[in-house]
């Protein structure tokens, strides 16, 4: 167990949902694929956004807590294992379980791209980091 690697990757995991979906890069496609206005954002925000934040991070701990399990259970110590680890894990789970949204819930192809893509991001981030901290 590496708790500073662990802690790392929770941070780079949470900063990168916080990128993609800042206005700097995919905020206004992801609001048009969930169908929120401004006014819908605006109001959310002011609801109160700190907690889902904090809930956001927290996922992103228990993500890199697993994965880094995964990496020592099958003695993976290196930023490309790591990196493909992460990558397998977002194919067979991740890409997978949205895709089945897409198919029966009827969300859009443009959601589980956003959605999906910003998953691999933070994996592979997540696993690079865990990895090279052999």
């Not at 206005?37 to 109160?48: Q, S, V």
């Not at 994965?67 to 990196?83: A, F, H, P, R, Y």
């Not at 992460?86 to 859009?108: H, K, M, N, Q």
Request: hydrophobic share 60%; proline share 2%; no cysteine.
């Amino acid at each position: 167990m590496k708790p500073l690697a662990i802690l790392v990757a929770s941070l780079a995991g949470f900063a990168t949902e916080v990128l993609w979906y800042s206005p700097l890069l995919f905020r206004k496609p992801w609001m048009r694929a969930v169908g929120w206005t401004d006014e819908a954002f605006r109001k959310a925000r002011e609801e109160g956004v700190a907690f889902s934040l904090f809930l956001s991070f927290l996922l992103s701990v228990i993500t890199a807590t697993v994965l880094n399990w995964l990496l020592d259970t099958l003695e993976m110590s290196t930023v490309k294992e790591g990196m493909m680890l992460a990558a397998l894990l977002w194919l067979g789970f991740i890409a997978t379980t949205y895709l089945d949204r897409v198919l029966w819930e009827g969300r859009s192809v443009s959601l589980y791209a956003l959605t999906a893509s910003h998953y691999l991001l933070a994996l592979l981030a997540m696993g690079a980091i865990i990895g090279a901290w052999a």
